[in-house]
């Protein structure tokens, strides 16, 4: 067997690697840009862990039969996303669990289902496995399966998701699509502090049971001003950051740091205006928005960082061609993470970096 | 957590004097065990200690106790990333159970594994290796801290109390192919509450199967202690059905006492047994976590004086005469040596080259090319046959 390697492709990056004493890069593949509030009023600078207690602070404070509950959630959590709140509201309101996902979504489920707003934390996305079942087969057929007698909506589920840098195999794994799978479940993941707690406040709000996946790599590298009141902002709808005329760019959460960059990287080196979509509720997804985009541009590349096959870009893409077949100028591309367990030590190689983006932008464009 | 100190006592030796003055043997006691469902236990006095066990049992324990202190020396230089969990202080439970298994018993844990890879045959240099992330690394780079194996040691697992069933399903083909092998499978004590424990205990139960449950109790599970995660933190009764055993985990002559009664045990068609060591940890959950913001410095200063392994076992080694000051001071320099020198290897060493990012998915990989790659690649693993 030969290998055959593409070596434009990837000699950049193992130009990178030739250092000696070679630790793992530690410069990430993005660079944060902080964006202006998208509602008016007062507002604090913030970080997305911040803005996370922010939103969890308003909902505490507002809504008598909320609930904040997880592993190590009382002294804080592990990312910081509950500091303060025990000790406010107190340990009847916001309390560790023992270490049971599956547990922990069940009974989140039922004091839900009785009619409380149940906020479940899960500590890594890895790990929500155990509790698969429950969300599957009782959280979101709750309603459908009584002729809404009963429903799970108070249920909001927060997990801790994506690449971090470092994380390997249990700690960087982005499952959006195996929820994508479940009809009667929301699944939502910001790009930043202000949209997180917008979004969040709007899951928690819902009367369909959420997931809400918080990018853990920018719970500390994204900060900017966050509306320090409550306020939600629509799910189930895409939002169009930067708009543009040659290719449409969709992605979600910290993929959409990246696709900043390819933008501008398109604009300077292939001439390509592209247009930047943040999908933000992975599904039920805005269609009509992409369907829009894509009919006007005629080119989409769809990213993300969980593996390829049975990614959620193949359902985008699948539906985009049905509704803009004719107006397609180049096959729908899917620059995602390869078919292979998230690695350890080859996480650069992993994930759908810039430089992989706009290969497939420069093919789109050249077709 | 745990409430009580733990008195280690020991009656007066029983000397076998060899020419130089040293001896050959010593007999102690150790705390006594806690039995559940079980008539007799392992014994608690007289239990004898050669000179040669003893000084492989501090050699070893001195060993885990350096590599892990590489670990967080390397990871505190930005050398090793991502997510490291340490064992010191729980060394007694590693190497006493090591000493009581057979050539071929099986051995499964969660992700507090270096300690173990080492016994179970892997070196410093192989570890280390693998936490920088290097080819040399006993899972080639490829699996990190949480994910070391070795012959009879199946990991190395993340996903907190998944490795229980497995561990049941070992042992299953030890009753299968009618050995008397027995499958030591290790969890904490956050993971004592996990659904799939019981599911292991039932079905082990149910089929009798060679599983010595072993909970490593160390008081906490991540940042939240033992009594505030569990209704009963009497681990070694939680099995219920299957027999228990609590012993004092920074002991390792007690760890190997239970163990030893639990390979007899299992080996002898018995079925499962729990035990439940009691031991502790010095560094937080992992070394993202600092391990002081849910228990105080005092705590932990209060356990290193008083109950840590490898002291307890050099003050039984001298007052005992098993060994000298000097033989353990020259054990001390050699364990340091060998992991300074096994530190400088894995920071040096080549990493595994990219064809490892996308092979060893399938039995075949090398034959089959990974979708999602570019399409102008793909490879062949050089250790694939």
Redesign the interface.
């Known amino acids: 067997?030969t290998?055959?390697?593409?070596f434009r492709?990837?000699l950049r990056r193992?130009s990178l690697?030739c250092k000696?004493?070679?630790?793992?890069s530690?410069n990430s593949h993005f660079t944060y840009v902080p964006e202006s509030p998208p509602v008016p009023g007062e507002t604090q600078r913030m970080n997305l862990f911040q803005s996370v207690t922010s939103a969890l602070t308003n909902t505490l404070e507002a809504d008598p039969t909320a609930m904040v509950f997880g592993?190590?959630v009382?002294?804080?959590g592990?990312f910081r996303c509950t500091v303060g709140l025990a000790a406010r509201f107190g340990k009847e309101r916001v309390f560790?669990t023992?270490?049971?996902e599956?547990?922990i979504i069940g009974f989140g489920i039922g004091a839900a289902v009785a009619g409380a707003t149940a906020i479940a934390e899960i500590?890594f996305a890895?790990?929500l496995?155990?509790g698969f079942d429950q969300i599957v087969n009782e959280a979101s057929k709750y309603r459908y399966r009584s002729g809404s007698d009963f429903s799970s909506g108070g249920l909001t589920v927060r997990a801790a998701w994506g690449a971090v840098?470092?994380?390997?195999?249990?700690?960087s794994q982005s499952p959006e699509s195996f929820f994508a799978h479940v009809p009667g479940i929301t699944t939502v993941i910001p790009r930043g502090p202000s949209q997180a707690k917008g979004l969040l406040l709007a899951c928690i709000q819902s009367d369909d049971p959420c997931i809400f996946f918080e990018p853990k790599v920018l719970y500390r590298a994204a900060v900017e001003d966050v509306p320090i009141d409550s306020y939600t902002l629509p799910l189930g709808k895409a939002e169009v950051l930067i708009e543009g005329s040659d290719v449409t760019l969709v992605g979600w959460g910290t993929q959409i740091q990246v696709l900043r960059e390819v933008c501008k990287l398109a604009e300077e080196r292939l001439g390509a205006n592209c247009e930047l979509i943040d999908l933000r509720t992975v599904c039920p997804w805005d269609m009509n928005t992409i369907v829009e985009s894509v009919t006007k541009t005629g080119r989409l590349l769809i990213t993300h960082e969980a593996?390829?096959?049975g990614g959620f870009a193949a359902e985008i893409a699948s539906t985009v061609q049905e509704h803009c077949f004719l107006n397609l100028e180049a096959p729908v591309a899917r620059v995602?993470?390869?078919?292979?367990?998230f690695?350890?030590?080859?996480e650069p190689?992993?994930v759908p970096d810039k430089w992989r983006c706009l290969e497939a932008v420069r093919k789109l464009v050249n077709y | 957590m745990l409430s009580s100190r733990i008195a280690r006592c020991f009656t007066s030796v029983h000397l076998r004097p060899s020419c130089r003055g040293i001896v050959t043997s010593a007999t102690f006691d150790v705390t006594p065990f806690k039995l559940h469902k079980l008539d007799k236990g392992p014994p608690d006095t007289g239990i004898e200690l050669t000179r040669d066990d003893a000084l492989d049992f501090y050699r070893n324990m001195q060993r885990i106790r350096r590599l892990e202190g590489a670990s967080s020396t390397l990871y505190k230089s930005k050398i090793i990333r991502g997510f490291c969990h340490l064992y010191s202080g729980q060394e007694a439970c590693c190497v006493g159970i090591r000493a009581a298994m057979k050539e071929d018993d099986g051995i499964i844990t969660a992700y507090r594994a270096h300690g173990w890879a080492l016994m179970m045959g892997e070196t410093p240099e192989s570890v280390l290796s693998e936490l920088t992330g290097k080819y040399s690394g006993c899972s080639q780079g490829k699996g990190g801290s949480m994910h070391m194996y070795a012959q009879n040691f199946y990991g190395g697992n993340g996903i907190v109390g998944a490795q229980t069933p497995l561990g049941a399903g070992v042992a299953f083909s030890y009753k299968y192919r009618q050995t008397d092998n027995v499958c030591f499978t290790l969890y904490g004590d956050g993971a004592a509450n996990q659904g799939q424990l019981f599911e292991a205990f039932n079905m082990s139960s149910l089929w009798g199967l060679p599983v010595v449950f072993v909970c490593e109790n160390n008081g906490y599970g991540m940042g939240t202690s033992a009594d505030r995660a569990a209704a009963n933190t009497n681990y070694y009764m939680r099995g219920d059905y299957i027999p228990g055993i609590w012993v004092d985990g920074m002991d390792v002559l007690a760890m190997r006492e239970a163990a030893r009664f639990a390979t007899e045990w299992g080996g002898s068609g018995k079925g499962p047994l729990v035990i439940e060591a009691a031991t502790y940890r010095y560094h937080g959950h992992s070394m993202s976590d600092p391990g002081s913001s849910y228990r105080s410095r005092e705590e932990i200063q209060e356990v290193r004086e008083t109950r840590d392994p490898i002291t307890g076992l050099r003050k039984r080694l001298l007052e005992s005469e098993l060994a000298t000051e000097a033989e353990i001071k020259a054990i001390d320099k050699e364990a340091r040596r060998e992991v300074d020198a096994a530190m400088e290897l894995a920071k040096t060493a080549p990493e595994p080259p990219l064809t490892e990012a996308y092979t060893q998915i399938f039995w075949n990989t090398p034959e089959f090319r990974v979708r999602g790659c570019d399409p102008f690649t793909f490879g062949v693993s050089p250790t694939c046959n």
């Open positions: 067997m290998t055959t390697i593409h492709f990837l193992l690697r000696k004493h070679v630790a793992p530690r592993e190590d009382a002294f804080g592990v560790n023992p270490l049971c599956q547990g500590q890895d790990y496995y155990p840098g470092h994380g390997a195999l249990y700690h593996p390829l096959t995602c993470g390869w078919d292979t367990p690695p350890h030590i080859h190689f992993y």
